[in-house]
């Protein structure tokens, strides 16, 4: 039985990591239409993103079926499963350290503390920046381009005979980026992305610690967990609110002028950009919808994780008794 708890921690890891990919696919699923509103409105004009809610349900509906609220939910599905599971390999690793390093050290709690939290965030989330940025940088492309492939298609119509516009496919979006602007422009808005590293950090060390305050009086649901993942989360988008607008354009932003001059904006220029060309509101489009969508996505995620988790434990328990039988 000794030998057996040297790869505890790791089972672990790996449960965590399969759970929280998994809840991340379901919770995206259920709230990828106000994604595309939210994404659509960061990268387009001010005059375009001035609109309401139910308008712009409405106009995209209208140019391209209820399949223009999906655009890009297979690359989106992707990313977010591995993006979920990275982060949760390497955040649930760290704890082990921490929680390990407080055995050793006598304390009387495993639980984290808030600067354990944020270590462990911080580190869990650059490893996954690094690794799923690609992965980001084409969802946006294809949520964005295929709203201006749907205007094409609406100034063809007017020509008789004119072919409909080619509506981007995961792969071609992919092909083609790195066709005309190179493997670098996949790490297009990666500083802003690291930066917003904090998001997570401050999103699951306030979840860990209003956690640990609700078990020392009663045990952890999913319905709970549900509401404290969308505090958390409630909490995180709103501060970093501005650097996410600004990732998402620097992911449409072409990598040169047209001439062959490279031309991409810095994260600061970028602000400095917006602010000048829309004022300090430009930094806040898509708040609405980016908001409900992400406080809806952590608390789905966070309740699915939790029943999910417990499902890969019972199954490895399964799986290991029949195995020593």
């Known amino acids: 039985m000794s030998q057996s708890k040297p790869v505890v921690p790791q089972n672990d890891n790996v449960a965590h990591a399969l759970a929280g990919a998994g809840g991340g696919i379901l919770s995206m699923a259920l709230t990828y239409p106000l994604i595309t509103l939210s994404t659509r409105a960061q990268v387009e004009s001010k005059r375009s993103a001035d609109t309401t809610f139910l308008a712009a349900v409405q106009k995209i509906v209208a140019r391209e079926g209820i399949s223009g609220l999906y655009s890009g939910l297979s690359s989106a599905l992707f990313g977010i499963s591995v993006t979920n599971f990275v982060y949760y390999y390497w955040y649930e690793w760290t ?26 965030g911080a580190i869990a989330g650059s490893a996954t920046v690094i690794l799923t940025n690609p992965i980001w940088v084409v969802n ?17 119509a007017a020509l008789p005979g004119a072919p409909p516009a080619k509506k981007p496919s995961t792969i071609g979006t992919l092909l083609a980026l790195l066709k005309n602007e190179g493997p670098q422009a996949l790490f297009a808005g990666v500083v802003p992305a690291l930066v917003l590293v904090i998001n997570p950090i401050l999103q699951y060390t306030l979840f860990e610690q209003m956690k640990n305050a609700v078990e020392k009086r009663r045990k952890m649901t999913a319905t709970l967990a549900f509401f404290l993942g969308a505090a958390g989360k409630l909490f995180a988008t709103s501060v970093t609110y501005p650097y996410i607008t600004v990732k998402s354009q620097m992911h449409v932003a072409p990598a040169s002028d047209g001439t062959g001059a490279q031309k991409r904006e810095g994260m600061m220029e970028a602000i400095n950009r917006v602010v000048r060309e829309e004022g300090y509101a430009g930094l806040y489009k898509g708040i609405g919808p980016k908001v409900t969508q992400s406080v809806l996505t952590a608390a789905f995620l966070f309740a699915f994780k939790d029943v999910l988790y417990e499902q890969t434990v019972k199954l490895r328990g399964r799986v290991t008794r029949k195995a020593l039988a």
Do not use: P, Q
Request: glycine share 2%; aromatic share 4%.
């Open 140 to 156: 946006t492309r294809m949520t964005t381009r295929k709203a201006a492939a749907a205007d094409d298609d609406e100034k063809n």
């Open 95 to 120: 704890r082990a350290f921490f929680e390990a390093a407080a055995v050793k050290a006598g304390r009387a709690s495993k639980k984290l503390t808030t600067v354990e939290s944020m270590i462990a």
